[in-house]
């Protein structure tokens, strides 16, 4: 059972006060920063680019998960290494694939890879990939914005995820992503999610060392 990591989405920090905001969510004992980078094209919305990514790396200690919801990630790679990320993860969505040279490329530096879905997006698509996976991310909902209902009916896709690793012996680690808090962490970790990226329940709340508490003390009562 591998253990289970709280990753606060940087989305839903205060940009006004980024330093404090993340001082508190690692103060708070998260065990890594989930930096979500939109283009507004793959996903609704923009957020930001390398630049920023290099100041948040420069504000903490915490590992970067890098989650690019952008359509042409082959352009970002170095850029995004650069900036500090430890692992960057795409989506198996994008239209100009290369998933394979993709994959490499962000493994020939420093840095670890992850494959995501969409919820619409069944696990078959990324079936032949598995094998090269650090980190598989599930989104449990429609990527683009923080502060959304989590999807419960996502589950069922952590449990075959946890199935597919078993079978082929698999090293991935396995995220969920959106609407994550105290009351939807413990079916995640029951199903199988091991990465837990929380933004509105944790940098939205006042209290953010209770909220990773409370989101542990959940998780660990639904793993008894
Ligand atoms: C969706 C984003 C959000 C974010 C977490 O594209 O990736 O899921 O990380 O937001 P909350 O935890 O507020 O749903
Ligand atoms: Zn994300």
């Given amino acids: 059972m591998k253990p289970i990591r709280i990753a606060p989405s940087v989305i839903a920090a205060d940009f006004g006060y980024l330093r404090a905001d993340i001082a508190r969510a690692e103060q708070a004992g998260a065990d890594l920063l989930h930096v979500d980078i939109m283009d507004g094209h793959f996903v609704p919305n923009i957020t930001f680019g390398p630049a920023i990514v290099k100041t948040i790396k420069s504000l903490t200690k915490l590992p970067l998960d890098v989650h690019l919801m952008i359509s042409r990630p082959r352009r970002f790679v170095t850029a995004f290494v650069e900036a500090g990320a430890t692992n960057i993860t795409f989506h198996i969505e994008i239209e100009d694939g290369h998933v394979y040279t993709l994959i490499s490329e962000i493994t020939s530096f420093d840095c670890t890879v992850g494959l995501s879905v969409k919820p619409k ?6 079936k032949d990939y598995l094998p090269q996976l650090d980190r598989l991310l599930i989104m449990t909902v429609e990527p683009g914005f923080g502060g959304q209902r989590f999807m419960t009916d996502m589950l069922p896709k952590v449990r075959e995820a946890v199935q597919l690793r078993k079978e082929g012996g698999y090293k991935y680690d396995i995220e969920v992503d959106g609407g994550l808090d105290r009351y939807t962490i413990g079916p995640c970790v029951e199903a199988g999610a091991e990465v ?29």
């Fill in 121 to 126: 997006t069944p696990l078959s698509a990324i």
């Fill in 196 to 224: 837990i990226v929380a933004g509105t329940a944790i940098f939205g709340q006042p209290d953010a060392e209770r909220a990773i508490r409370e989101m542990r003390d959940a998780a660990a009562a639904a793993l008894e």
